[in-house]
């Protein structure tokens, strides 16, 4: 049976991304220090007998016994709260983890494929983003901890590839959702979802008309597979081009959820792209991959999922207690 080894096993991605390689066929070694990830995600693989849980934090020598086919890297916080909270650690687990899991896919012969982001285009000024734009970012701003981490990520990828011939893919993840996200993460869906299940107003940031552009995780997991499978070694977008602004995103959660709850206006975040949609000419080219799922159908899917939350869940206000961690 064939390995792989999926980093941020325990995350929304990585979790949705185990079932995938399991149901695939093959042996699958989740890794996760469970410091953004929760073992809720995966407890329902934990009596697959080809699934191994390693608690490990990558941004430390990583090994694994036996051969590897493939490994994903996925291991990282993903969210603008998060990685504020620990910034150090997000530039780790970029740079640091990356260097430690390329070195891993070249001692084992393993192909590996890198989790980047939309972010490495910063707040962009060219619209859709096409691959080759090389994007607008502030290295010193609160978001430059995570995107200089994965603008390093994919240099450092790259670099293996070309100078050590190691098999590399490189995704260019944009918004994604689906169950699985954390309900208190800060992010925009499960902030808009929990605030209506809660009988709250909804917060928009700004204006509400900077846009995003939203991908379902199935289709997402599909692009991913594709891609890995596929032998195009450079960067590549996956992403959903149905785009739409923040303010008319919270009517739509409001519709969904079914209540009539209103909407606030709070500042800005300090350099919050204005617009993001993914140009996916590449992946229907060479992939033949583009979505399937309309954000109607996914919201619902991912609405269902919130509900099904205990009440607690819902309550719990504070986000992770990264304290223990931020020691190390
Ligand atoms: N946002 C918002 N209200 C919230 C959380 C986020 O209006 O309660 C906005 C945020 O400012 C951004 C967009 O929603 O413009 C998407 O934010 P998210 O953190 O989900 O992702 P990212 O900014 O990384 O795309």
Known sequence: MEQVLITGA???????????????????IG?????????TNIEHLMLNENFV??????SDFVNVPGELKYILHFASPASPID???????????????????LGLAK????????????????????HPQPEEYWGNVNPVGPRGVYDEAKRFQEAITMAYHNFHGVETRIVRIFNTYGPRMRLNDGRVLPAFIGQALRG????????????????????LVEGIYRLLLSDYTQPMNIGNPDEITIGDFAEEIIKLTNTDQKVIYEDLPVNDPKQRQPDITKAKNILGWEPKVNRSEGLKITYDFFKSLSS???????????????KK
Do not use: W
């Open 10 to 28: 325990a995350g929304f991605l990585g979790s949705h991304l185990c079932e995938r390689f399991l149901d695939e066929g093959y042996r699958v």
């Open 31 to 39: 890794m996760d220090n469970l410091i953004t990830g929760n073992l």
């Open 53 to 58: 849980f390693s608690n490990h934090d990558v």
């Open 83 to 101: 990685y504020l909270k620990i910034p150090i650690q997000t530039l780790k687990v970029g740079s640091l983890g990356t260097h430690n899991l």
């Open 107 to 126: 001692a084992k012969n393993a192909r590996i494929i890198v989790a980047s982001t939309s972010e490495v285009y910063g707040d962009p000024t060219v």
């Open 200 to 219: 709250e107003s909804l917060t928009v940031f700004g204006d509400g008309s900077q846009t995003r552009s939203f991908c379902y995780v199935d289709d």
């Open 312 to 326: 607690e869940e819902l309550y719990k206000t504070e986000h992770n207690d990264f304290t223990d961690y931020i």
